[in-house]
Nanobody, 120 residues
Framework: QVQLVESGGGLVQAGGSLKLSCAAS????????IGWYRQAPGKQRELVAT????????NYADSVKGRFTIARDSAKNTVYLQMSSLKPEDTAVYYC?????????????WGQGTQVTVSS
């Protein structure tokens, strides 16, 4: 059974840092893109950052470039999002997403989300 478990969210003051983790388990397909998304109240879910299955290629939303870093530990099957210089507008529920492919098709899996709240 595929599972994505996020952790590391919480309450932090503006300018502070948090590190989110996403532990993946149960995947038998090839994970080719792993990402973090976020959804603030009343807003649509938006892409924050992605990392390729190889861990080589990364992509960031303009709003987080230079402040957030996505990384992958293949041995632990875990993806991290290091967030620094946090702003109140970073407040949202952060979701882990894994896109994978196998002979039976393509799959799109989501975690349950972790709340990040940045106070001013």
């Amino acid at each position: 059974q595929v599972q994505l478990v996020e952790s590391g969210g919480g309450l932090v003051q503006a300018g502070g840092s948090l590190k989110l983790s996403c532990a993946a388990s149960g995947f038998t397909s090839n994970m080719y893109l792993i990402g973090w998304y976020r959804q603030a109240p009343g807003k649509q879910r938006e892409l924050v950052a992605t990392i390729s299955g190889s861990g080589i290629a990364t992509n960031y939303a303009d709003s987080v470039k230079g402040r957030f870093t996505i990384a992958r530990d293949s041995a632990k099957n875990t993806v991290y999002l290091q967030m620094s210089s946090l702003k109140p507008e970073d407040t949202a529920v952060y979701y882990c997403n894994v896109k994978s492919v196998s002979l039976t098709g393509r799959y799109d899996n989501w975690g349950q989300g972790t709340q990040v709240t940045v106070s001013s």
